[in-house]
């Protein structure tokens, strides 16, 4: 079985700084797909950065970057110079071949001025 | 043009009525599924479709049917509503397979009152 952990229930940063969004997971199969997405107030589901399990290279796009340490079975998100705009919860999900789409429970980040 | 779209947005309705969501997707995928997400934020997968054929239906209480007349379209249909049906469900799509992300919809908001 799949499962993701998602241990922050709320981080803050201030504008402009860094910020690294913990995410773990478990699962047995060899080949698998991690992904975070990004949920604002306004309620849309924004898919924002994929890493695959034989990924040599940790993903990025744009400001975000995808810790992936896979002997740690970690997949953290890390979002530099972090912007108003970046409030939100972020989730982190997992898919397993062809097996449904498992999301943790979701990190609410708030950016301060 | 968009990608993943569900109507309503929002449905408010009383306690024992039958009500539908319409999910359409033009991104050419043959995956799609519903999320509900609880008050908590928590997304969990209801059903996955592929090509219309059911292949996923995660514990739902039978009032919820899913129907897929073609592969860019899934619809839920619910009777007898229920005050515990209050919730934002998501339709999304995707390529099957863990190497590609799904797109959601916008949501949809369901009151039960």
């Known amino acids: 079985a799949q499962k993701i952990t998602q241990t922050q229930p709320g981080m803050f940063v201030q504008e402009k700084e860094a910020v690294t969004l913990d995410c773990t997971y478990d699962?047995?199969?060899?080949?698998?797909?991690l992904f975070w997405y990004k949920q604002p107030s306004s309620g849309e589901m924004i898919f924002l950065i994929y890493q695959g399990s034989y990924d040599q290279q940790n993903a990025t796009e744009g400001r975000y970057s995808l810790n992936f340490q896979k002997a740690r079975k970690s997949a953290n998100l890390v979002i530099s110079a972090s912007q108003l705009g970046d409030s939100a919860m972020y989730f982190c999900a997992m898919r397993a071949g062809f097996q449904k789409l498992v999301f943790g429970t979701g990190t609410r980040l708030l950016v301060s001025p | 043009d968009t990608a993943v779209s569900q109507t309503p947005k929002y449905l408010v309705t009383q306690m024992g009525n039958d009500k539908s969501i319409k999910c359409e997707q033009n991104l050419g995928h043959d995956t799609m599924y519903w999320y509900k997400q609880d008050s908590k934020k928590f997304l969990k997968i209801m059903f996955s479709?592929?090509?219309?054929?059911?292949?996923i239906n995660e514990t739902v209480p039978n009032r919820f049917s899913p129907k897929s007349p073609d592969k860019a379209h899934l619809n839920l249909h619910i009777n007898s509503l229920e005050l515990g049906d209050s919730a934002v469900y998501f339709c999304a799509s995707s390529h099957p397979g863990g190497y590609t992300e799904a797109f959601f919809g916008q949501g949809t908001r369901l009151t039960v009152v």
């Open positions: 479709y592929n090509n219309k054929e059911l292949i």
């Open positions: 699962t047995s199969d060899p080949s698998y797909g």
